[in-house]
């Protein structure tokens, strides 16, 4: 079964450094997304990008968040200056074009902890 | 707006049947999934409901009625591994980005 993969698995990091999270989705899809989950809250949407860009976001995804895709394979996630508030799992997501019935496959996500 | 709501917890036995249910209202809609999440891990598939009905896969079935912004996840013969929390997710028109509810805890005893 193809698998999206996620590195690293846990990141600690002090308030105000940069992070890269880092993201190898299924080499046939061409949907990428990423989401984070807080602690006991529910899974929130953060960016989906296609075709070399972004195709939408969301209010959290401000100017200090941005993604890329430098080569073929790899979906990055870029936190310029951390937060406490930015302490969260963080799961890439990828999918098929018009292929629903197996849904988002996710990665298994990175755990950012903030200090 | 989007609205998702599902109750937080559940319980119920090895062996057992158990429904959970799921309503929405949202400005977009084209489908709706239902993932199982065990804590510490990342959400995985479970089923896609565009049309209304009922789509069973083995011990999982999942039901949607659209005219009610409504569906059910439906689990028969529990087992222990079914603990886990089972999220609900719309998928919007557009981009198709999935918005989740808060997830549904179930927990199985013996």
């Known amino acids: 079964e193809p698998e999206v993969t996620q590195t690293p698995s846990h990141q600690v990091t002090q308030m105000g450094q940069e992070v890269i999270l880092r993201c190898v989705p299924i080499?046939?899809?061409?949907?990428f997304y990423w989401y984070r989950q807080i602690l006991g809250q529910k899974v929130e949407f953060l960016v989906s990008?296609?075709?070399?860009?972004?195709?939408?976001k969301s209010e959290i995804f401000d100017d200090q968040f941005s993604v890329e895709r430098p080569d073929g394979s790899n979906f990055t996630l870029k936190i310029r200056s951390t937060k406490l508030e930015d302490s969260a799992m963080y799961f890439c997501?990828?999918?098929?074009?018009?292929?629903?019935?197996?849904?988002?496959?996710f990665g298994s996500g990175t755990r950012l902890t903030v200090v | 707006g989007q609205n998702i709501d599902q109750p937080t917890e559940m319980t119920a036995t090895e062996g057992a049947i158990v429904q959970i249910n799921c309503t929405y209202q949202?400005?977009?809609?084209?489908?709706l999934f239902w993932y199982q999440q065990h804590a510490g891990e990342a959400p995985t598939f479970l089923s896609y409901?565009?049309?209304?009905g009922l789509e069973e896969k083995g011990r999982f079935s999942s039901f949607l009625s659209r005219s009610k912004g409504y569906s059910y996840l439906l689990l028969k013969e529990l087992q222990m591994k079914d603990s886990a929390s089972y999220l609900c997710?719309?998928?919007?028109?557009?981009?198709?980005?999935?918005?989740f509810g808060t997830g549904t805890r179930l927990l199985v005893s013996p």
């Open positions: 997501a990828s999918r098929l074009q018009g292929k629903f019935d197996h849904g988002y496959t």
């Open positions: 080499s046939n899809h061409l949907y």
């Open positions: 990008f296609y075709n070399n860009e972004i195709s939408e």
């Open positions: 949202t400005s977009g809609f084209n489908g």
């Open positions: 409901n565009v049309l209304d």
């Open positions: 997710a719309v998928m919007n028109t557009g981009f198709q980005k999935l918005v």
